[in-house]
C-alpha cells in the first residue's frame, strides 16, 4: 500500500496568474531581481547563464531573451491581436 497522498489541488492554484508585461516592464522586472541578487554577475550565476546576454537585455541593447524571461520566473507566450482595416470601420 502507498503512503503518497494523492490528494487533488484546486484548479486555481495549477493555474498560473497571467501578467501580460512590455519589454520595458520585463526589462525593469530584471533589473529589480539583478539588483537583489548584487549584480548582474552573481544573478547570471545563480541561474546558470553567462553575464553577457543578462547585461545586454538589462541596458536594453538585446530584448530579454526567453532563457532570461525564464530565469525571472516568466514564461513567453506569443499573441495575436486583431488589426483594425479601413475596410472593418
Known amino acids: 500500500m502507498s503512503t503518497l497522498n494523492h490528494r ?8 498560473p496568474e497571467v501578467v501580460d508585461l512590455s519589454m520595458a516592464e520585463m526589462r525593469a522586472e530584471l533589473a529589480r531581481q539583478v539588483a537583489a541578487a548584487g549584480g548582474i554577475c552573481a544573478w547570471a550565476r545563480k541561474h546558470g547563464l ?6 545586454l ?7 530579454v531573451t526567453e532563457e532570461i524571461a ?10 495575436f491581436h486583431k ?3 479601413k475596410h472593418e470601420r
Request: aromatic share 2%; net charge positive; hydrophobic share 30%.
Open 50 to 55: 553567462s553575464h553577457a546576454p543578462v547585461s
Open 70 to 79: 525564464n530565469a525571472c520566473g516568466f514564461i513567453v507566450r506569443t499573441t
Open 83 to 85: 488589426l483594425e482595416t
Open 8 to 15: 487533488r489541488q484546486p484548479v486555481e492554484s495549477l493555474t
Open 57 to 63: 537585455a538589462k541596458h536594453g541593447h538585446r530584448p
